[in-house]
């Protein structure tokens, strides 16, 4: 994973409640292991119609979203079964960062697992920016480091992660990259344990 202390990019809200992980990526999708490639499936039954045409009301899909590197999503989402494979299609697509007023828990943590940063703001902060976002795209600084949310009307919104997850993700680090680094210690006490 690469690791980041700030991101700026441009935000495109969806606002709808109780997104399941099914809609993030349809179960027919779910057949790779490899986390690549499922980028052009996210949102696949909002994002085309019937016929394998773009549906062009999509949020997704109208010209002045695209390049969105954040998603601005409203209550719960993520919710339903735990597929890993809904972060990879968000990051696959180009998102750096989700956020909303809840996630689902475990949608929250295969998103840190794979380097997407989920953001819970204030209801009323999130509010304002699916407002912004039905007017236009819009761009958002976050700065994990400090943990802010920023845009350019003046909008600073706090936001709370664990230590241990904002390290991971300053450094790029995931779960065996982490083991890794204990690699002498780890060799040193089987060493001992064999004798």
């Given at each position: 994973m690469t690791g980041f202390k700030k991101l700026d990019g441009k935000a495109v809200a969806l606002d709808r409640a109780n997104v399941d992980t099914d809609q993030i990526i349809p179960k027919q999708?779910?057949?790779?292991?490899?986390?690549?490639?499922?980028?052009?499936f996210l949102f696949f039954d909002w994002r085309y119609k019937a016929e394998g045409v773009l549906n062009e009301d999509f949020e997704l899909n109208k010209?002045?979203?695209?390049?969105?590197?954040?998603?601005?999503?409203?209550?719960?989402?993520?919710?339903?079964?735990?597929?890993?494979?809904?972060?990879?299609?968000?990051?696959?697509?180009?998102f750096k960062a989700v956020i909303a007023p809840s996630f689902a828990d475990i949608f929250k943590q295969n998103c840190l697992k794979n380097g997407i940063l989920p953001i819970v703001l204030k209801e009323?902060?999130?509010?304002?920016?699916?407002?912004?976002?039905?007017?236009?795209a819009f761009a958002l600084e976050i700065d994990l480091v400090e943990q802010t949310v920023k845009d350019e009307e003046g909008l600073t919104a706090t936001f709370p992660i664990s230590d241990y997850w904002k390290t991971m993700l300053v450094n790029g680090w995931d779960e065996i990259e982490i083991t890794l680094q204990l690699d002498e210690k780890i060799s040193a006490y089987e060493q001992k344990q064999s004798v």
């Open positions: 999708f779910l057949k790779r292991i490899e986390k690549t490639g499922f980028g052009r010209p002045e979203n695209q390049g969105a590197t954040f998603l601005i999503a409203n209550d719960n989402f993520g919710c339903g079964s735990s597929r890993e494979h809904a972060p990879w299609a968000l990051l696959d697509y180009g009323e902060e999130v509010k304002y920016l699916l407002e912004r976002g039905k007017e236009k």
